[in-house]
């Protein structure tokens, strides 16, 4: 479905619709386990399918699994039916070992399916714009730096990060490209571990890196949405807006009022209801409530628009996800 995507941006907020990260739990929907589903791309755009005709989605998102460019690179996956890929231990152990890593061509380990699912999700949902879920450079590279390591890394070794970061941006900018070849809309961009850096720290390793993917591929038809689901990300707010994303996604760890007073009117952001300990855990009278309560504190602002904090784990019940939707139509249809 091609059409101009800042338009679209624009009138978002208007559109009375949620924009959650929600597509795992299409496994219910689907009969089968979270290890058939990433394996399919066919099973991937069906599952898509059947979670935009059930819900009253603004857009429909691909899975959220941050293992897959990892896996690429070598990294090693745990894998299991119910829950959503891991990856394990530390592939790269000093500078020499980041600068022989190989950049992987797009279309290894699990990537060629998840380009694939986009290329036929697009033809069988032509009612909403499309989205690939991917990683962001610093996130990726914590997975082949071991996400703990990595933090002490930046001070110990930053020579080394940045050879991982400048390895992990190209691949990223070459995946990036290949979604929008096979016709997504854009994609939603994970950098959650980004998240945990102070903020100097943070307009080092990630903002550079996410920039120039975002700078490569954004245009009118196909854009870029940043998500951070980490603790200090309303410390960094004038480092993400110099990234240039057309729209912002944050988690449920922050106040998402505060940071929309601290945004740019005219810059879109989305969140944050809690997907594992509200949708996940709770009842349907919990979503209820926790959604009304971030869409009365944060709908003032003409640049908000109801989400997740993060995507849905797999096992949610669809009565929750079901109470979700109910509780915006209810507040949207005052």
């Given at each position: 479905?091609?059409?101009?995507?800042?338009?679209?941006?624009?009138?978002?907020?208007?559109?009375?619709?949620?924009?959650?990260?929600?597509?795992?739990?299409?496994?219910?929907?689907?009969?089968?386990?979270?290890?058939?589903?990433?394996?399919?791309?066919?099973?991937?755009?069906?599952?898509?399918?059947?979670?935009?005709?059930?819900?009253?989605?603004?857009?429909?998102?691909?899975?959220?699994?941050?293992?897959?460019?990892?896996?690429?690179?070598?990294?090693?996956?745990?894998?299991?039916?119910?829950?959503?890929?891991?990856?394990?231990?530390?592939?790269?152990?000093?500078?020499?070992?980041?600068?022989?890593?190989?950049?992987?061509?797009?279309?290894?380990?699990?990537?060629?399916?998840?380009?694939?699912?986009?290329?036929?999700?697009?033809?069988?949902?032509?009612?909403?714009?499309?989205?690939?879920?991917?990683?962001?450079?610093?996130?990726?590279?914590?997975?082949?730096?071991?996400?703990?390591?990595?933090?002490?890394?930046?001070?110990?070794?930053?020579?080394?990060?940045?050879?991982?970061?400048?390895?992990?941006?190209?691949?990223?900018?070459?995946?990036?490209?290949?979604?929008?070849?096979?016709?997504?809309?854009?994609?939603?961009?994970?950098?959650?571990?980004?998240?945990?850096?102070?903020?100097?720290?943070?307009?080092?390793?990630?903002?550079?890196?996410?920039?120039?993917?975002?700078?490569?591929?954004?245009?009118?038809?196909?854009?870029?949405?940043?998500?951070?689901?980490?603790?200090?990300?309303?410390?960094?707010?004038?480092s993400l807006v110099s990234i240039g994303a057309a729209a912002y996604h944050f988690g449920n760890s922050i106040d998402l009022s505060e940071m929309l007073e601290k945004f740019p009117a005219d810059v879109p952001v989305m969140g944050n209801v809690d997907p594992a300990g509200v949708l996940k855990m709770g009842?349907?009278?919990?979503?209820?409530?926790?959604?009304?309560?971030?869409?009365?504190?944060?709908?003032?602002?003409?640049?908000?628009?109801?989400?997740?904090?993060?995507?849905?784990?797999?096992?949610?019940?669809?009565?929750?996800?079901?109470?979700?939707?109910?509780?915006?139509?209810?507040?949207?249809?005052?």
């Amino acid at each position: 479905m091609k059409m101009n995507m800042r338009e679209w941006l624009r009138e978002l907020p208007k559109a009375g619709k949620a924009f959650p990260i929600l597509s795992f739990p299409s496994v219910s929907l689907l009969g089968c386990s979270v290890r058939e589903l990433i394996s399919d791309s066919t099973s991937q755009a069906r599952g898509m399918a059947e979670v935009a005709a059930r819900c009253n989605t603004a857009a429909s998102v691909s899975l959220m699994d941050l293992s897959v460019e990892a896996e690429c690179f070598g990294a090693e996956v745990r894998f299991s039916d119910d829950e959503v890929p891991t990856i394990t231990g530390r592939m790269i152990e000093d500078e020499d070992e980041a600068e022989a890593l190989e950049v992987p061509a797009v279309g290894s380990a699990r990537s060629g399916i998840c380009v694939d699912a986009i290329r036929k999700a697009v033809e069988i949902i032509t009612d909403r714009p499309v989205f690939a879920g991917i990683i962001g450079p610093f996130s990726l590279a914590a997975r082949l730096l071991d996400v703990s390591e990595i933090m002490i890394d930046c001070y110990d070794d930053p020579d080394m990060v940045h050879a991982v970061l400048e390895k992990s941006t190209e691949f990223l900018k070459n995946y990036t490209a290949a979604f929008k070849a096979a016709g997504a809309n854009g994609v939603v961009m994970a950098e959650p571990v980004a998240g945990l850096l102070s903020p100097s720290l943070e307009e080092e390793f990630s903002a550079p890196y996410v920039k120039r993917i975002v700078d490569a591929l954004q245009d009118d038809g196909f854009i870029v949405i940043y998500h951070n689901c980490g603790d200090n990300v309303l410390r960094m707010t004038d480092s993400l807006v110099s990234i240039g994303a057309a729209a912002y996604h944050f988690g449920n760890s922050i106040d998402l009022s505060e940071m929309l007073e601290k945004f740019p009117a005219d810059v879109p952001v989305m969140g944050n209801v809690d997907p594992a300990g509200v949708l996940k855990m709770g009842d349907p009278e919990t979503v209820r409530s926790e959604t009304l309560r971030v869409l009365e504190s944060c709908s003032g602002h003409g640049n908000f628009t109801l989400s997740t904090g993060c995507d849905v784990p797999p096992q949610t019940p669809w009565e929750n996800i079901d109470a979700f939707f109910a509780a915006a139509a209810e507040f949207y249809g005052k």
